[in-house]
C-alpha cells in the first residue's frame, strides 16, 4: 500500500469517525442550511440537468436540495451501483420513487439511461468526506466517482464539479493519488468556497 493510500485511509477514518457523533437534528439542520446554500449556486439551480445522489446516514443531507432543484425544472439524475462498481443513472421523480438497494443506498426505481447519461450533467454533486484548499476532494475510496469523473474527462466534458460538506472537513490538503480530480466549490452549512478551474 502507498505512502497515500495509506495516508487516506488514516483521513478516512478520523472524518467518518466525527460525523458519527453527529445527532439526526444535526444532520437534518444542516441539510436545511446546506439546501439553501447550494440553491444560490447559478450552475446547480439555474441548469439544465445535475447529477447528484441521495445522501444516507451522516453524510451532509442533499433531500432537499433534490426535491428544491426537481421543483425548479431542474433534471436531476442519481445514481445507480452497478455490480462492477460502476454507476449508471436514473431520473429523479421524486422520494416515492426511490428504493433501497445495496449498501444501504437509495435508488430511483425508472429507467437506466447507462453510464454515459452523466455526460448530459451541466453540474455534479459529488459526495466526499473532505476538500482541501486546492479544491481536491477525499472521497470514500470505493471508485465509482473516479470512473464518473474519468469518463467526463475522457468525453471532453466539463461540468461544473460541487461538493456538499460539514465546515470541519474543509482542510488545509487531503492525501492525493494521480487519479483524483479538483472540484469547483464546496458547500458548508457555513460558506460556499469556489476555486478556479483550470485555465482560468
Do not use: C, I
Not at 18 to 32: C, E, G, K
Not at 155 to 164: E, K
Amino acid at each position: 500500500m502507498s505512502d497515500n493510500v495509506y495516508r487516506k485511509s488514516a483521513v478516512r477514518h478520523e472524518l467518518l469517525a466525527a460525523r458519527s457523533l453527529l445527532s439526526p437534528q444535526d444532520v437534518t439542520d444542516a441539510a436545511a442550511v446546506l439546501a439553501r446554500r447550494a440553491l444560490d449556486l447559478p450552475e446547480l439551480s439555474e441548469t439544465g440537468t445535475v447529477a447528484a445522489y441521495v445522501s444516507v446516514g451522516r453524510e451532509p443531507g442533499t433531500r432537499t436540495l433534490l426535491d428544491a432543484l426537481r421543483a425548479r425544472g431542474v433534471r436531476v439524475l442519481l445514481p445507480v451501483l452497478k455490480a462492477d462498481n460502476d454507476l449508471d443513472w436514473g431520473v429523479y421523480e421524486g422520494a416515492e420513487h426511490l428504493v433501497r438497494a445495496g449498501r444501504g443506498l437509495l435508488e430511483p426505481d425508472g429507467e437506466r439511461l447507462g453510464v454515459q447519461a452523466v455526460l448530459e450533467a451541466d453540474a455534479v454533486l459529488l459526495p466526499g468526506l473532505a476538500v482541501d484548499g486546492r479544491g481536491m476532494r477525499l472521497g470514500r475510496g470505493g471508485g465509482s466517482y473516479d470512473r464518473v469523473l474519468a469518463r467526463l474527462a475522457a468525453a471532453g466534458a466539463d461540468p461544473a464539479l460541487v461538493v456538499l460538506l460539514y465546515a470541519n472537513e474543509v482542510v488545509a490538503r487531503v492525501p492525493e493519488e494521480p487519479h483524483d480530480h479538483p472540484v469547483h466549490a464546496v458547500v458548508t452549512p457555513e460558506a460556499v468556497r469556489r476555486f478556479t478551474r483550470p485555465g482560468e
